[in-house]
């Protein structure tokens, strides 16, 4: 009676102990689901944001991390991004120099095509190396003189952070007083928040400053059709004229 006691004990025990093996592995199973340490809640955006580190890489010393955003960029504050760039330097800082590059949801990742590059070093800290998520701010620009009618033939988010615009206006010429062209560049740079401008009257120019082939068939387009450009607040005329 005494043996069969101990044997029942025995099997009570080993069971018990089966028991708290699969408990404590299935809590370890779904801390592992609930918990994603790539996904990182943006901490100062009400609608709480996560950011998804798609990949890191070392690459001569520069510690490169790609970030995609699970909305657009550019309906976020810029200090979202630096939030999320400064916590990949406290857990990377063994590093000295981290770059964070930061990606719409949709788009293919390159360093090349990143909207946002945060930067950081011991001796400077984050730095916003450039930003081209940022949506152009157009302004109500008051002038002593009406802006003729224009067309913006292209929108281009430059790397270095602003915006570059290719403005087409028929109504003027390359034979335009060279003053005119120049409040006209200004006026229109201020007013569609472009940081630098090429103005045209007639669209072949426009293809043929974009495009070689085009220039080549098209000889005279640049000659007849551009108008100038603007940048850093300074009117350059044409060169073709």
Not at 96 to 121: H, M, Q, V
């Amino acid at each position: 009676m005494l043996k069969s006691s101990k044997a029942f004990l025995q099997i009570g025990s080993q069971v018990l102990m089966l028991i708290l093996t699969l408990a404590n592995f299935a809590c370890t199973r779904n801390q592992g689901t609930n918990s994603d340490t790539n996904r990182v809640p943006s901490p100062n955006n009400s609608d709480n944001p996560h950011f998804r580190v798609s990949e890191t890489k070392n690459e001569n010393g520069i510690y490169k991390v790609s970030v995609v955003s699970d909305v657009e960029l550019s309906t976020l504050e810029q200090s979202v991004l630096i939030d999320f760039a400064r916590s990949v330097v406290e857990e990377h800082k063994s590093n000295p120099l981290i770059r964070c590059f930061f990606y719409n949801p949709s788009d293919k990742i390159s360093t090349d095509g990143a909207l946002a590059l945060i930067e950081w070093t011991e001796s400077d800290g984050l730095v916003v190396m450039y930003d081209r998520s940022r949506p152009r701010e157009v302004l109500n620009v008051e002038t002593d003189f009406k802006i003729p009618e224009y067309t913006i033939l292209d929108d281009t988010a430059m790397i270095t952070g602003g915006h570059y615009g290719d403005i087409l206006i028929p109504s003027l010429t390359p034979d335009s007083p060279e003053s005119e062209l120049g409040d006209i560049a200004k006026a229109i740079a201020q007013k569609e928040g472009f940081t630098q401008i090429a103005m045209y009257c007639l669209e072949d120019a426009y293809h043929a400053n974009m495009s070689g082939s085009f220039a080549e068939s098209h000889p005279t387009a640049l000659k007849d059709g551009y108008l100038g450009s603007y940048a850093n607040g300074v009117f350059t005329p044409s060169l073709w004229k």
